[in-house]
């Protein structure tokens, strides 16, 4: 027996866990997702990531054939019968099976699928040494393409922004706007210290929303840090003291080579490991 995973209006085995192969999700990206922590068994920020997949499926016009509470209590039903303490799900809905053309009112029902499983964490050794990374040259979405805010079924800018920093051997690589400002990685948000006050890109610049940024930003302030959200360019990034990515998988981990150029001492800094600790106390409580 496999996983559980919820898939419409139920939850089936794994092998069982189908969608057409005339899917727009498949077809042409044409879908929104959602990935999310269990810690302790407790759902991290559901309502949040909740309400983050309704804003980008109204953005696309997708109808979720199920409402927001619905959702939230079929998610805690497909990690308690995988028995998940400590996961990560994906939550995702897709325009649903159409026709082969682009037409997306072709597709009748779309499909909601929720997989909850085990958790793949950059490796331990990264959190302790830190990542290095590089400028992607591939530019993050224009806001007036596919906005930035939406989590959309197509990665595919972020996947070719990944795929330069994989050519290099690295695992992360920092995505900039149409304008030149930095605006996040390739699946995790960026922040950036100097002079003890902490840096991160407005969404305006085309960062996602994160939620794990949210929650950072939060406990940034309640630790007495000054925060500010503006825009940052890539001389901001080179002369930084720290710098530390935010996202689900990655919670908070250290950058500590930007384009073959040292971030500070080289090593994770002392800011950075304070909001990692505040941040592990924070998902556990
Ligand atoms: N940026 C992008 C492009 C992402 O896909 C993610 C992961 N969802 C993040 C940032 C981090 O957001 P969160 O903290 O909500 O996981």
């Known amino acids: ?21 005339f899917d727009h999700g498949l077809l042409y990206g044409d879908g929104v997702f959602e990935g999310i922590r269990v810690y302790g068994g407790k759902v991290f920020e559901l309502k949040a990531h909740i309400d983050r997949l309704y804003m980008s499926a109204k953005a696309i016009r997708l109808p979720i054939p199920s409402d927001p509470d619905e959702l939230a209590r079929n998610t805690q039903t497909t990690v308690e019968a995988n028995n998940i303490q400590d996961g990560y799900i994906r939550m995702i809905v897709t325009r649903g099976k159409g026709s082969l053309g682009l ?30 990374v590089i400028s992607a040259n591939t530019m993050r979405n224009h806001p007036l393409c596919v906005n930035p805010q939406i989590k959309s079924l197509n990665y595919l800018n972020n996947i070719l922004a990944k795929l330069e920093a994989l050519d290099r051997d690295m ?43 949210n929650v950072v930003i939060k406990l940034a302030r309640e630790n007495g840090y000054e925060m500010f959200e503006q ?51 924070y998902v556990r409580k």
């Open 103 to 132: 037409n997306p009112l072709t597709c009748k029902t779309p499909q909601i699928i929720i997989i909850a499983s085990c958790i793949q964490l950059y490796p331990l050794e990264l959190y302790e040494n830190g990542l290095r």
């Open 171 to 213: 695992l992360e690589a920092i995505m900039y706007n149409h304008e030149g400002y930095v605006t996040e990685g390739t699946g995790d948000n960026i922040f950036v210290i100097r002079d003890g006050k902490i840096y991160t890109p407005p969404t305006s610049s085309g960062a996602l929303e994160g939620i794990t940024r």
């Open 231 to 281: 825009n940052l360019t890539r001389y901001d990034l080179y002369i930084a003291d720290e710098i530390f990515l935010t996202g689900t998988a990655a919670e908070v981990i250290g950058v500590v080579e930007i384009d073959g150029r040292s971030i500070g001492t080289g090593r994770p800094g002392p800011i950075t490991k304070v909001l990692l600790v505040k941040f592990e106390a």
């Open 1 to 21: 027996m496999g996983l559980k995973i919820w898939l419409n209006d139920g939850l089936v085995d794994e092998s069982e866990a189908k969608v057409s192969v």
